[in-house]
């Protein structure tokens, strides 16, 4: 089982930026991929943004441009830097490590953005 811990959200305008931090239990070296979604009130959890093993990233369109995802091997650690802020990124951000492509996701247990206008 692996362990992840989201960290950095809180409260923030809009317009303004937060770091989110995901610390992994094992080598994230060994992780097929690493995310973060998104569940907003009443709504599905959706996708973020990924990155491969190899590093190549991927976003949801309301994500490109504003976003960026990012690890630190040595730390084990997945960011998700989110810049310009409106009131629609409020949500529980959560964390999510794939360790092999046929697997399912391990996650985080989520951490509150929310966004004031």
């Known amino acids: 089982q692996v362990h992840l811990v989201e960290s950095g959200g809180g409260l923030v305008q809009a317009g303004g930026s937060l770091r989110l931090s995901c610390v992994v239990s094992t080598p994230i070296t060994n992780m097929y991929r690493l995310a973060w979604y998104r569940q907003a009130p009443g709504k599905q959890r959706e996708l973020v943004a990924t990155?491969?093993?190899?590093?190549?990233?991927d976003y949801e369109a309301y994500a490109k441009g504003r976003f960026s995802i990012s690890r630190d091997n040595a730390k084990n650690t997945v960011y998700l830097q989110m810049n310009s802020l409106n009131s629609e990124d409020t949500a529980v951000y959560y964390c999510?490590?794939?360790?092999?492509?046929?697997?399912?996701?391990?996650w985080g247990q989520g951490i509150q953005v929310t966004v004031s206008s």
């Open positions: 999510a490590a794939l360790l092999d492509p046929f697997g399912s996701n391990d």
């Open positions: 990155i491969l093993a190899t590093g190549v990233t």
